[in-house]
Antibody
Framework: EVQLVESGGGLVQPGRSLRLSCTAS????????MNWVRQAPGKGLEWVGF??????????DYAASVKGRFTISRDDSKNIAYLQMNSLKTEDTAVYYC????????????WGQGTLVTVSS | EIVLTQSPDFQSVTPKEKVNITCRAS??????LHWYQQKPDQSPRLLIK???QSISGVPSRFSGSGSGTDFTLTINSLEAEDAATYYC????????FGQGTKLEIK
């Protein structure tokens, strides 16, 4: 059974940093691109960014709203994907979901339960 | 950036009704359009991929159609458990989502 479990959310002040983790199980992690999507309270879904598998060079792409502030990485030895968030703004407050991207990089076929990040002074 | 516009934003429907939710892309995306269902306090769930391909475990009353810029999610014989917000998502150029359509069951 595919499982994705996010962790690391919490309350953080504007301008500070936070790192989220996504621990995967139930599939060959190395073979898949991994992705982050966020949802502000009461709002819709917003794509944040994704990292391709090693077979595709582990290249990364970001949404314009987070580019330069957020960094996605992965550790295939631990089956974990990370989202490093720097220079956080109040508008980054959201539930952050980790998803698997089905091959070849199209739909998001499995989602974690999400972790809430609140940016507030 | 490809913008997806869903309609309607909200719909109140009775059980056993047929529902159509549309998603329009700002430029042609072929069949690179996928649909998700999000129930209250739950994570989204993939319903349909590549505009019309079914997903294992999803009830057969859910179907999709369209290509290019216009797409439709159809729910036949609506059930109470279908109360949710539905999102379309494109994978033609990076990724983006529609704003969502909230379905209320009367």
């Amino acid at each position: 059974e595919v499982q994705l479990v996010e962790s690391g959310g919490g309350l953080v002040q504007p301008g500070r940093s936070l790192r989220l983790s996504c621990t995967a199980s139930g599939f060959i992690f190395d073979d898949y691109a991994m992705n982050w999507v966020r949802q502000a309270p009461g709002k819709g879904l917003e794509w944040v960014g994704f990292i391709r598998s090693k077979a595709y060079g582990e290249t990364i792409d970001y949404a314009a709203s987070v580019k330069g502030r957020f960094t996605i990485s992965r550790d295939d030895s631990k089956n974990i994907a990370y989202l490093q968030m720097n220079s956080l703004k109040t508008e980054d407050t959201a539930v952050y979901y980790c998803t698997r991207i089905s091959t070849p990089h199209t739909d998001f076929d499995f989602w974690g339960q999400g972790t809430l990040v609140t940016v507030s002074s | 950036e490809i913008v997806l516009t869903q309609s309607p934003d909200f719909q109140s429907v009775t059980p056993k009704e047929k529902v159509n939710i549309t998603c329009r892309a700002s430029q042609s995306i072929g069949s690179s359009l996928h649909w998700y269902q999000q129930k209250p306090d739950q994570s989204p769930r993939l319903l349909i991929k590549y505009a019309s391909q079914s997903i294992s475990g999803v009830p057969s009353r859910f179907s999709g159609s369209g290509s290019g810029t216009d797409f439709t999610l159809t729910i036949n014989s609506l059930e109470a458990e279908d109360a949710a917000t539905y999102y379309c998502q494109q994978s033609s150029s990076w990724y983006s989502f529609g704003q969502g359509t909230k379905l209320e069951i009367k």
